[in-house]
């Protein structure tokens, strides 16, 4: 072929190859077309492209005039110093020709791949992207015993320049695709391939599959405690354990601490419930970050494609509503979807709406029921319970909206609300010279997670300059157990050393017994209502009743009892040494307004030591919620 029409065929298989790149032809068939194309160019030539993978390894792209059965033989080989030409060409970086491929030691073992084919040559050129990385080969093979001639190094040297623009193409292609289809940490398909997949198995029947929603427990926990990079390496491990469970199935993170699974040819609850069943079990082995344990859990709602939603909305809807109901009633577990948590949780979502609005609005307020001495019937401080306005000016009650407190960041800011209302009533108390002694603030697990309680507190305090000691900080026992053991005792610890004293609400009614108040000392101790209500001389809840205000008194706490509606009740109690108490039959919770009055007849002098002043350990009163 004459100089000038060689210039002139590359230069219209540089534009062909070219616009195929800018059409976005797939690599494959572009690196294809450029073989065809040389091998019309050079006769005698047969061509192949090769790229090498991630892991150093072989992987064909085109060699259209060799059987297929090279190209499987070749495909995931490790590049070498003696791999062929073209494994060897890759290891050095430069190109390898070797003109006897049966006596060539680059060969030796692989020989018998290409001499049955009658081919005897090859010559291989590196194909380098921009920053220098060998990304694969381009070959001449020939049927006889010879190296290149000046026309084809000019043929090469054109194609391997368009082989680096057509592969560094498609890797940022594939860069962008991952990035777009894919979630950089764990490596599983992201919340826009979930949507795409969901979309497809609902479009047409059957809708034989599953879909699972699956939350990470306690992830916010242990960015904060332990850092955002033991929240990945959590993050990561549950995607890993999740996709080496469930499979050939679809596992998606569609979110920070959320993934979601696509169970196909799932048409039986039974077969939901044993998948489930695999991942919880999978998570139950400890993981190591920086030599501290992490446990991963995992909470679980599923539906059933058909039978629990036809259209993708439904499905994912159902099964939020499950995922929902298990984080509330079976963290750590599964529940399947079910009829009547649609109606139940579309209420939820109602009464979070309107206590969203509420705290937007600051009508979020206390009413505050008075702690009585039961011998003197006198005030002895109060517990703050929260109630909100509905915009019709009805008071609700905390029953009406405590579904919504369920959730963390709610419960957080009405505890938040809560406290600067307070504040400025007994700030507005103070200044008019009320006793009021002190005032008890119910705090949630929130509060504790979130790790700042003691800095609210005392901020809230100090802005309207109430001294510490008119606050009491009150837990349940579902707060008291529920919690990091280390992370609560040392939140009542800090409390208490800063002169907040610490009450436990609602004693007797969870899984706290008098040995964990060795663990978490507090000053005060509420018996619930339930065995106020339940106890009559000789009966066990009198008996229970007896031991724990005798119990408190030899530990130094305060004891005061709850629920208190006839006079018999009050004067069983004194009887048994309890002093405090407080319920209907004194008065309701009422609004700062009402309570003002009672406090200025019926408070608790300041002639003696108040009875809810701090002794030794430290002591008071009251709650809110």
Known sequence: MRESGSAEHLQALQNEILEAVARGEVLVAIMDRLCRRVEAIAPGVICSVVSVDAQGCLQPLAAPSLPAHYAA??????????????????????????????????????????????????????????????????????NRQRGPNDLERQIVATCVHLCAIAIEHEEVRSRNHRLAYYDTLTGLPNRVSFNDAIMRMTAEPPHDFGLMLIDIDHLKAINDTMGHAAGDALIET????????????????????????????????????????????????PLDHDGNSIVPSVTIGAALAGEDGEDSVT???????????AKETSRGGYVRFKDGLRTSMTRRIQVRRDVDEALTGGRIIPHYQPVIRLDTD?????????????????????GEFHEAM????????????????????????????????????????????????????????????????????????????????????????ALRE?????????????????????DFPVDIIKIDRSFVAAAR????????????????????????AEGIETQAQAEWLQSTGCRLGQGFLYAQAMPAGIVIELLQRFGQKPIRKLDLEPDSRAGVIATAA
């Not at 996709?243 to 569609?254: H, K, L, M, W, Y």
């Not at 309207?464 to 053991?485: A, C, D, N, Y």
Request: proline share 4%; net charge positive.
């Open 238 to 285: 549950v995607g890993a354990r999740l996709q080496a469970v469930v499979g050939d199935a679809t596992a998606c993170r569609i979110g920070g601490d959320e993934f979601a699974v696509l169970l196909p040819d799932c048409t039986q609850a039974a077969q939901m419930r044993s998948v489930a069943s695999a991942i919880l079990a999978a998570m139950s082995t």
């Open 406 to 493: 369920l959730d963390p960041k709610v419960a957080h800011r009405i505890t938040g609300q809560m406290l600067g209302a307070i504040a400025a009533d007994m700030a507005a108390w103070q200044r008019a010279g009320i006793n009021f002694q002190h005032v008890g603030l119910n705090v949630t697990s929130a509060d504790f997670q979130k790790g700042d309680l003691v800095q609210r507190v005392l901020k809230a305090l100090e802005r309207v300059r109430v001294p510490p000691r008119h606050l009491v900080v009150e837990i349940t026992e579902q707060v008291f157990m529920g919690g990091r053991k280390d992370g609560v005792a040392r939140t009542i610890t």
């Open 498 to 518: 800063r002169g907040i004293p610490v009450a436990l609400d609602d004693f007797g009614t969870g899984f706290a017994s008098l040995t964990h108040l060795l």
């Open 537 to 560: 001389s000789g009966t066990r809840s009198s008996v229970i009743v007896e031991a724990m205000v005798g119990i408190a008194h030899r530990l130094g706490m305060k004891i005061i």
């Open 315 to 325: 499905l994912r809807q159902n099964a939020d509503f499950a995922l929902y109901h």
């Open 73 to 142: 033989s070749v495909s995931g080989v490790p590049v070498g110093p003696r791999v062929g030409s073209c494994g060897t060409a890759i290891y050095r970086g430069e190109p390898v020709c070797v003109t006897d491929i049966a006596t060539d030691p680059l060969w030796e073992g692989l020989e018998n791949l290409v001499l049955p084919l009658g081919l005897r040559a090859c010559w291989s050129s590196p194909i380098k992207a921009r920053d220098g990385r060998v990304v694969g080969t381009f070959a001449f093979y020939y």
């Open 378 to 398: 006198e005030i002895v401080g109060l517990e703050a319970l929260a109630r909100m306005r509905m915009p019709d000016g009805r008071i609700a009650c905390a």
